[in-house]
T-cell receptor, first 111, second 116 residues
Framework: GQQLNQSPQSMFIQEGEDVSMNCTSS?????WLWYKQDPGEGPVLLIA?????ELTSNGRLTAQFGITRKDSFLNISASIPSDVGIYFC???????????FGTGTRLKVLA | NAGVTQTPKFQVLKTGQSMTLQCAQD?????MYWYRQDPGMGLRLIYY???????DKGEVPNGYNVSRLNKREFSLRLESAAPSQTSVYFC???????????????FGNGTRLTVT
C-alpha cells in the first residue's frame, strides 16, 4: 500500500531557530496537506497544496509541493515556544477521497 | 459553528463489549472519515464515506463497522472490542468543491478509547 515517510521523527530546537521537515511518498500525490496537533486535540490544518511546485506561506510557515509530486516540505521560521506539537503531512492520489498521513514530527522548542 | 463534534470524549470498555462512536458535522460537508491514532504510527484510515449513502474501507477496517446515517452524521461501531483497539479515534469531514477532490480534512477533537 501507499507509504508516507516523514522526517525527522522528533527535534529539539532553540527558540528563534528555523525548522525544516519533509515527507516523501511511494506514490504520486495530487494534494499535500500539513497539520499541527496539540496535546489532547485534533489536528488543525496549517497549509494545503494542490499543484506541483506550489510554494505557500501561512505566517511563519512555508510549505512546498515537490516537483516530482512525491514529496513536500514544511519550514517554520523563527520558532517560538507555542510551535511545540506534532506536525503531520497528509497526501492524496488522483481520483480518490482517501488521505494518507505521515507518522508525524514531534517538535520541542527550548526557550 | 461547532465544526466536527465527537462523542464521547473518553470511554473504557472491557474486552468483548460493543460500543458506537458518534460523529456529527455542521459544515454541510459531503465526505466523512474515521481515523485511529496510535503512538508512532500517525493517523490510519479506518473507513470513509465519500458522500451520503456510501462507505468504503480504509487501511485498517477489520473489527469496525460504520454507518453514514445522514449527511451530518457518521458513526463507528466496535462490535466486540479488543485491547488492540485501544487508541484515539478521530472523525474528519471534507467539503466537495467544484467536483474537485481538492479540499482539506477538518478534524474533531477525538475519542480516547481504552479496552481492558
Amino acid at each position: 500500500g501507499q507509504q508516507l515517510n516523514q522526517s525527522p521523527q522528533s527535534m529539539f530546537i532553540q527558540e528563534g531557530e528555523d525548522v525544516s521537515m519533509n515527507c516523501t511518498s511511494s506514490s504520486i500525490f495530487n494534494t499535500w496537506l500539513w497539520y499541527k496537533q496539540d496535546p489532547g486535540e485534533g489536528p488543525v490544518l496549517l497549509i494545503a497544496l494542490y499543484k506541483a511546485g506550489e510554494l505557500t506561506s501561512n505566517g511563519r510557515l512555508t510549505a512546498q509541493f515537490g516537483i516530482t509530486r512525491k514529496d513536500s516540505f514544511l519550514n517554520i521560521s523563527a520558532s517560538i515556544p507555542s510551535d511545540v506539537g506534532i506536525y503531520f503531512c497528509a497526501g492524496r492520489t488522483s481520483g480518490t477521497y482517501k488521505y494518507i498521513f505521515g507518522t508525524g514530527t514531534r517538535l520541542k522548542v527550548l526557550a | 459553528n461547532a465544526g466536527v463534534t465527537q462523542t464521547p470524549k473518553f470511554q473504557v470498555l472491557k474486552t468483548g463489549q460493543s460500543m458506537t462512536l458518534q460523529c456529527a458535522q455542521d459544515m454541510n460537508h459531503n465526505s466523512m472519515y474515521w481515523y485511529r491514532q496510535d503512538p508512532g504510527m500517525g493517523l490510519r484510515l479506518i473507513y470513509y464515506s465519500a458522500s451520503e449513502g456510501t462507505t468504503d474501507k480504509g487501511e485498517v477496517p477489520n473489527g469496525y463497522n460504520v454507518s453514514r446515517l445522514n449527511k451530518r452524521e457518521f458513526s463507528l461501531r466496535l462490535e466486540s472490542a479488543a485491547p488492540s483497539q485501544t487508541s484515539v479515534y478521530f472523525c474528519a469531514s471534507r467539503p466537495l468543491r467544484d467536483r474537485s477532490y481538492n479540499s482539506p480534512l477538518h478534524f474533531g477533537n477525538g475519542t480516547r478509547l481504552t479496552v481492558t
